[in-house]
């Protein structure tokens, strides 16, 4: 499945910027997700939404995740993977 860049960056902005910054630079104790693997993005919400903790601010992330279909997922993970020349 290929996700669409600009419907990834409107849930982005919805859902994931306040923790994660703009286009994914990080902020505080939340890592920078810009530029990264689509496949590594995709896995890692899939594992989230599965509710399966796998590392700090895993309950957060699980809950974010959960709600997340598999094309708002791939929309996101080719958002955040366009960002990496930024």
């Known amino acids: 499945m290929t996700g669409n860049i600009e419907d ?3 849930r982005y902005a919805k859902n994931c910027v306040n923790c994660h910054g703009p286009a994914g ?3 505080a104790s939340y890592p920078k997700i810009s ?6 993005i995709i896995k890692r919400l899939e594992t ?3 509710g399966i903790e796998i590392g700090p ?8 995740a959960q709600p997340l279909s598999d ?5 996101l993970a080719a958002y955040l993977n366009a960002q990496n020349t930024k």
């Open 57 to 64: 601010n895993s309950a957060l992330m699980i809950m974010m």
């Open 25 to 27: 630079m990080g902020l």
């Open 48 to 50: 989230y939404r599965a």
């Open 71 to 75: 094309t708002e997922i791939a929309n």
């Open 8 to 10: 990834g960056k409107i």
């Open 35 to 40: 530029g990264l693997d689509i496949a590594y």
